[in-house]
């Protein structure tokens, strides 16, 4: 069996180099790698029967079509290549054959066969016409009529006529679309435009649904239904030549839901930059390349090596190779590459840096032959700037670098758009899901490393080992693999497509496989600009703010608006135009009309795919979840536990696919409908519960509705208990749920006690599931991870919040934050704490406003271009005292220069820009003048600012030395203390000595701790990544301990 | 909190002895923080300790290679001397106090972080490699410990070991047994003046035993032969939370230096009668990191004026009568206690011994002077005394010819 996964549409034009010359390019430490090979090649046995095998990637190429395969048609034709691997881990590659690119138009009316060759003819000359240079023979294959339907609109006539036109090439696909919907004179009919249908799907994923293929499926090519290719063009163990026809699909159960084997390399590149600059791949060059290959299921890597330029010493466990040159190092790469065949490339960044790096590197050096690194013989790898856009997750520049048969998962790309993080520097993501700190080196010291000798390439080899294993642990640890080929299989599309596009084409795809299924056809509609006509949000009842004291319970509804969908059969086929709702007189015990105005048909005239599809979905989830529980394995449980969140995500993506307005397929109609559905049930809830829960009806307490979001509603019931506010609850939901069509069910998960309403969107509360104990502390929308505050301002309130809702103890809170607050008037606050950090994404001219961390990147670059941030870094910095009016872009400063130079910090700054709303907000609904007695009590009278050392007026002062008691100046160096501090010199010494045993424990754990990260006792720290919440301290503390030990060495022993 | 002794005599006339310090290694005197790191330390132990590993190796397996981590080649038997580092699970961590999840309860008893899945691993300055096999317990092994280990590289990348050498006993000056009068000296810590619990009374029993103010003539002539007094460690007890950097109320002010002015009139009777080492403990006024620097004079404004008071450095170590005496007050043996196991603290001691090395979790665990150019906790010499202060209870043994006294 041979597992195959799916790739993108990409048409791949071949280039080609002689193969002589490339096989002349053979490297040295080919030996032990061909042994490796040989081993491999004995245990790899001949197909007997039934070559299978998931796929990986599916390509298309332009070819001559296979003469023994069809026998009956000649030209150039589309060969879609299948790679993957089978059961024992053998690579695969299969060409498959015959399957040819079309589409739909509606057939006009009154057309017979006659006009249909004659409308082929016209179109066959328009098509030449357009594409004079193409060789070419024939364009438009055929022409034959369907009986179909078309999927929008509530139609009562069950098919029409449709013509589906197929033409030779993908590429002619959209040409001939174009002309058609241009419009096209024909005799005897006049010249008419076309509507056409599903002209812009993905040719992959046209084969992909005519052959029930999904994404990471499982294939099977019987035995005596494909001929070995002869001459081999990639570098798989088995290359063979099929017909599409002869495809079998195993849908992923059972025995096909496993994975298979797949190799899995994890690989990172250091380039030596020039001071001052980003490395470029023109002048830098790659330095080293380390690579982890692990198989698929495993927990170690077999493979650990990395290729450096220049010697390195040996690393215990890693196959070190040096070489002299560059164009080595790149080679040896290129070659370890093709000798291992991953199967997945994953790396951090790898898509947008690492890749395209050595692309262009390579082609800066000349190298040529280097990018050959798919699986295709002679065919380079190319490398094309892409824009990826999606409403969820916002526009982003990437590159796309195209490996044959191979895919490549950017763990930073997976990162961005799974988790909502504050940074995604590989630190702290490693940091968040692992945590581990790593070590980050500056680029600017990564040439020195490379230039002292082989220990300190060394030095960089471990750094780089480092950074190629954690994109591995995270993969292994988040179980990305197994979630990502279960939404592929969920989701019908490819892996790849999951990364590089957004959500609607995975409910595109369902869409169509549905489609299919009942016969009809989806219309392609010509994307328009931005979405014309917005609808009404999701509502949210008005938030009663306070601070609940009692329990709070919340009942939710379950999967709201896939139920909503499901319960009123909204779908494109169900909806009626307000024109038909006038002709076809449907009677209203047929129809349902939705609280914003629209008409759907009900599921007994005709039933509406979106809600089939659903409906699916959520059976599916709902045997993943049985399933789960009854799972020993934990691999198996991995995939089933992958699968049911893919079945989650993809169920309530539907509605935001309807709602797209530059999407694929939006129906404004559907979703608004949906909404306003919801907003109906958020309110019968409401009102139900307010009307049953009273004292009239028998109830201890009135029942108050205090809150309302998308989906859910929270209510006080007024007892005291948790426990009984579960029991009413649970009985609110099961009688709320009866008033509501099926499948729709309002449900009891959790109550909240104590819980604290902000404003909509924005609570916190304990979240109870059960009677005895709480679960853990839940917060929305308040200021606990948002990157541009300072990490001041999330302690705070983190430790605000739990003060108040776990200890119930509001006056500690006061008092923490009023101690927090004298803390950072008195310059006591550790400066970490304050640190801002912003991404820095163009130079400054390019902003047109000006940003703090914009002006300080170029004051720092004037101070000392090596180590100033660039493009693409993020810049750290702090607020500082400044001249008066100073605006606040202007005081920004780098944290270590404040550090090194004693800046005071504007601490009313802090206090009013970052801390003070955060904190008003959540004390407002506990305390009366909140403001009064936090922001302006006695605390905040007393006021440190510590003097710059090196700016100004300070030039001028002349420094003297003061009594350590006092502060009163001393003229006598000699002395400690003044005169009148005599008598408390053990006290004083008491206090200074106490200071340095407070920062030496400090400075201790500090600077062992980054002995830790860095994995070495008996070599410096290095690092200087300004992610790690400790790299300030430890500076600091360095700094402070120095200052400390002066200070106690005056007291003379 | 007693006290105890060497070798007797007897007359009424108190005894002296020849008392020379050894403690110039352990000041850090007007040596500055400039941004140097711990690996230096670490570098420097190393680098001593390789030497004399190397020396020994000959004798304990001539034909075995000798190479770095680096030069270990899979499969082939070597030897490697390199520091040991000890990956351990548990082991608190200042970034535990970022992370999100507050946790509810500890995981560990405070008092030892061991793990059954600790992982040693020896470190040169070439690189690391993680060692395997049955012959090394993690459990009693430290991180910063220099050992010689003798095995081979296993295919997964580990080094298998076989066998290992330590440093053993270091070196002992030959002990001059010629004066036959009895002489003693008394050891005491955790005096703990002005904690709330310690009675003043037992104190000033103490005192009066030492100056011979208490018992029969049998007694007072015990006393007459105490030639010194070591304190060590953790004299006084200052409530923590007034030392925050806030200025002081007048009345905390007074509570900060009343104990340590009641621990200077126990210390001035005890100096007008004998000689009196003082070296601070961790709870003393005196800085953290060993080596912790002498407890400042101006402390001690009554004691410091006689000539018999001295004060020392932690750990403090010095000749009287060319007996050599070593000691600290007890943070090292507290740490080992921590990050290892053993079936006693004398055990401890005697690893740390074997080790030829005071405190070898220093700097990992236990805070210490980031030293450039050596190591001050290597014993280079065998001391006579070894003493240990701030333990539970009084144990002592005796060692090949060493006394180790435990209090």
Redesign the interface.
């Given at each position: 069996m041979e597992e195959e996964e799916m790739d993108e549409d990409v048409f791949l034009e071949e280039t080609l180099i002689l193969r002589d010359e490339e096989e002349a390019l053979i490297l040295q430490d080919e030996e032990d790698r061909r042994q490796l090979l040989a081993s491999r090649l004995s245990k790899w046995k001949r197909p007997t029967s039934s070559p299978c095998n998931l796929i990986t990637r599916i390509d298309y190429v332009i070819g001559e079509r296979h003469k023994d395969l069809l026998p009956n048609s000649s030209g150039p034709a589309a060969i879609l290549r299948i790679f993957g691997v089978t059961r024992e881990g053998h690579s695969v590659c299969c060409h498959v054959h015959g399957f040819e690119p079309y589409f739909y138009i509606s057939c006009p009316q009154g057309m017979t066969p006659d006009d249909i060759s004659r409308f082929h003819q016209v179109l066959e000359a328009r098509m030449k016409e357009v594409n004079r240079n193409s060789r070419v023979p024939k364009f438009v294959l055929r022409i034959e009529m369907f009986q179909k339907r078309s999927i929008m609109y509530y139609q009562q006539l069950q098919s029409h006529p449709f013509l589906k036109i197929v033409v030779a090439l993908p590429t002619m696909v959209a040409g001939c679309r174009g002309i058609l919907e241009r419009g096209l004179h024909i005799d005897g009919l006049g010249t008419k435009s076309f509507m056409t249908y599903e002209s812009n799907v993905l040719f992959a994923l046209r084969f992909m649904i005519d052959c029930n293929i999904v994404g990471g499926n499982w294939i099977e090519v019987p035995a005596g239904k494909y001929k070995k290719t002869t001459k081999t063009i990639s570098y798989c163990q088995l290359e063979f030549d099929c017909l599409y026809s002869e495809l079998i699909s195993h849908p992923p159960e059972g025995e096909f839901s496993k994975m298979a084997p797949f190799r899995v390399l994890s690989f990172d590149i250091e380039c030596a930059g020039r001071k001052g600059h980003f490395p470029e791949p023109s002048h830098d060059p790659v330095i080293q390349v380390a690579n982890l290959v692990t198989l698929q299921g495993e927990d170690q890597p077999f493979v650990r090596n990395v290729m450096t330029l220049k010697s390195c010493?040996?690393?215990?466990?890693?196959d070190v190779m040096s070489f002299d040159t560059e164009r080595e190092v790149l080679l040896a790469w290129r070659d370890f590459i093709r000798e291992v065949d991953p199967d997945i490339i994953i790396g951090y960044n790898i898509c947008k840096f690492d890749l395209p790096y050595l692309i262009e590197r390579a082609e800066a050096l000349k190298i040529a032959e280097f990018p050959i690194l798919g699986r295709i013989r002679n065919s380079r790898v190319r490398v094309k700037d892409t824009t990826f856009s999606s409403r969820q997750y916002g526009t982003r520049e990437s590159k796309e670098v195209t490996v044959e048969g191979r895919v490549q998962f950017d763990l930073l790309q997976a990162m961005q758009r799974d988790y909502k993080l504050s940074s995604y520097s590989l630190n702290s993501v490693s940091?968040h899901f692992l945590?581990e700190?790593k070590e980050d080196v500056h680029h600017s010291i990564i040439s020195d490393l490379q230039n002292g000798n082989s220990?300190t390439r060394?030095r960089l080899a471990v750094y780089c080992l480092k950074d190629a294993y954690l994109p591995q642990r995270l993969l292994d640890k988040l179980m990305l693999i197994y979630n990502y080929v279960e939404m592929g299989r969920v989701t019908g599309v490819p892996i790849s497509f999951l990364l590089s596009r957004g959500q609607s084409i995975k409910v595109l795809s369902q869409l169509l496989r549905k489609a299919k299924q009942k016969n009809l056809v989806i219309p392609s509609v010509r994307k328009q600009g931005s979405g014309e006509g917005t609808f009404e949000g999701a509502t949210v009842l008005e938030a009663r703010t306070g601070f609940y004291e009692k329990p709070i319970a919340t009942l939710d509804f379950a999967s709201l608006y896939p139920s909503i969908m499901m319960a009123y059969n909204l779908c494109y086929c169900t909806l009626v135009t307000p024109e038909d709702v006038r002709k076809l007189n449907l009677p209203p015990e047929c129809v349902n009309k939705t609280p914003s105005g629209e008409t759907f048909v009900k599921s007994n005239l005709q039933k509406g795919i979106l809600p089939e599809i659903l409906e699916e979905l959520l059976a599916a989830r709902k045997r993943a979840k049985a399933d789960l529980k009854e799972a020993k394995d934990p691999l198996e449980k991995a995939v089933l536990d992958g699968r049911q969140l893919a079945l989650k995500v993809s169920a309530n993506s539907v509605y935001g696919f309807t709602g797209a307005t530059v999407g694929q397929l939006p129906c404004l109609e559907i979703s608004s409908s949906v909404t306003s559905y919801g907003r109906q049930m958020i309110e019968h809830t409401k009102k139900l519960v307010e009307e049953k829960f009273t004292t009239l009806g028998g109830y201890e307490h009135n029942a108050e509705v205090i809150y309302g979001d998308t989906d859910s509603v929270m209510v006080q019931f007024g007892v005291p208990t948790v426990e009984a506010a579960m029991n009413l609850g649970r009985e609110a939901a099961e009688y709320i749920s009866g008033t509501f069509i099926k499948p729709i069910k309002l449900e009891f998960e959790k109550v909240y006690y104590p819980y604290l309403l902000i404003s909509k969107k924005r609570y916190a509360g304990l979240y109870w599931t059960n009677p005895d104990r709480f679960d853990k502390m839940d917060t929305k929308g308040i200021e606990t991870v948002r990157r541009d505050n300072c990490l001041l301002v999330k302690n705070l309130v983190t430790e605000c919040l739990?003060k108040i809702l776990i200890d119930r103890d509001i006056p500690g809170a006061v008092q923490f934050v009023k101690n927090t607050i004298s803390d950072l008037l008195m310059n006591?606050m550790d400066l970490s704490l304050l640190v801002i950090t912003k991404g820095l994404t163009k130079t400054g001219d390019d902003y047109a406003v000006k940003a703090a961390h914009v002006e300080l990147a170029d004051r720092m670059r004037k101070r000392d271009a090596a180590t100033a941030p660039n493009v693409g870094d993020r810049v750290p910095y702090v607020i500082v005292k400044a001249a008066k009016g100073a605006k606040a872009y202007e005081r920004s400063e780098d944290p270590i220069y404040v550090l090194e130079n004693n800046i005071p910090i504007d601490s009313q700054y802090y206090l009013e820009n970052q801390i003070s709303k955060p904190l008003l907000r959540i004390f407002e609904p506990i305390l009366k003048n909140a403001s009064k007695e936090l922001l302006h009590g006695s605390h905040t009278r007393a006021v440190s600012i510590s003097t710059p050392s090196n700016s100004g007026i300070m030039k001028f002062a002349k420094k003297q030395l003061s009594c350590i008691g006092c502060k009163a100046l001393i003229s006598n160096a000699e002395q400690t203390l003044c005169s009148h501090c005599k008598g408390?010199?053990?006290?004083l010494?008491?206090?200074t000595?106490?200071?340095?045993?407070?920062l030496?424990?400090l400075?201790?754990?500090?600077?062992?701790?980054c002995?830790?990260c860095q994995?070495?006792?008996?070599?410096?720290?290095l690092c200087t990544s300004r992610d790690c919440?400790?790299f300030y301290r430890r500076k600091k503390a360095?700094k402070d301990?120095?200052e400390a030990?002066?200070q106690?060495?005056r007291?003379q022993? | 909190m007693e006290a105890m002794e060497v070798d007797g005599a007897s007359n009424l006339q108190r005894k002296q002895s020849l008392y020379q310090s050894k403690d110039e290694r352990f000041e850090i005197r007007?040596e500055?923080?400039?941004?140097q790191?711990?690996?230096q330390i670490?570098?420097a132990r190393?680098h001593k300790m390789r030497t004399l590993l190397y020396s020994l190796v000959d004798k304990w397996k001539p034909h075995v290679p000798v190479c770095t981590?680096?030069?270990?080649e899979e499969g082939k038997e070597c030897i490697i001397v390199g520091?040991l580092?000890k990956h351990m699970k548990l082991k608190p961590?200042?970034?535990d106090?970022?992370?999100k999840e507050?946790s509810a309860v500890p995981v560990v008893k405070p008092h030892n972080f061991m793990h059954p899945d600790d992982q040693l691993i020896l470190?040169?300055?070439?690189?690391?490699?993680?060692l395997g096999g049955t012959v090394l317990a993690a459990s009693n092994y430290v991180?910063?410990v220099v050992v010689a280990v003798h095995g081979k590289?296993t295919v997964?990348?580990e080094?298998f070991v076989q066998d290992i050498l330590e440093r053993g006993l270091p070196h002992q000056i030959e002990l001059p047994l010629d004066s036959r009068e009895d002489k003693y000296v008394v050891l005491v810590s955790g005096l703990s003046v002005g904690n709330g619990k310690s009675n003043p009374l037992n104190l000033q029993l103490l005192v009066d035993h030492i100056t011979g103010h208490l018992g029969d003539e049998k007694e007072q002539r015990i006393a007459s032969q105490i030639v010194r007094v070591v304190i060590a460690g953790n004299s006084v007890e200052?409530p923590?939370g007034l030392?925050n950097?806030q200025t002081?109320a007048a009345k905390d002010?007074s509570k900060?230096?009343e104990p340590?002015?009641e621990l200077d009139i126990l210390l001035t009777q005890l100096a007008a009668a004998v000689p009196l080492d003082i070296m601070p403990g961790s709870s003393d006024?005196?800085?953290?990191?060993l080596p912790q620097?002498?407890l400042?004079?101006?402390?001690f404004?009554g004691a410091s004026v006689y000539n018999t008071f001295m004060s020392c450095t932690n750990p403090h170590s010095f000749e009287l009568d060319s007996v050599r005496f070593l000691g600290t007050s007890g943070q090292n043996i507290d740490d080992l206690e921590k990050y290892s196991e053993a079936k006693d603290k004398l055990d401890f001691m005697e690893r740390t011994l074997r080790w030829i090395h005071l405190a070898p979790t220093a700097?990992?665990?236990?805070?210490?002077y980031?030293f450039t150019d050596r190591d001050p906790f290597l014993i280079e010499s065998c001391p006579h005394v070894y003493f240990v202060g701030n333990q539970i209870k009084y144990e002592t043994r005796l060692l090949k010819g060493n006394v180790a006294a435990f209090l």
């Open positions: 010493s040996p690393i215990v466990g890693v940091a945590g700190q220990e060394r739990h006591r408390r010199e053990a006290e010494y008491c206090k000595v106490a200071n340095v045993a407070d030496e424990i400075f201790g754990k500090l600077w062992t701790q002995q830790e994995g070495s006792l008996h070599q410096d720290v919440p400790i360095q301990m120095a030990k002066l106690l060495d007291w022993y | 007007m500055k923080y400039t941004g790191q711990y690996s670490y570098f190393l981590v680096l030069g270990i520091t580092y961590c200042i970034l106090e970022y992370s507050r470190e040169d300055e070439s690189g690391r490699v993680k991180t910063g590289e997964s990348g080094f200052i923590h030392l950097g002081l002010q900060l230096s340590i002015k006024p005196a800085n953290f990191s620097q002498p400042h004079r101006c402390l404004p700097p990992n665990t236990l805070g210490c980031p």
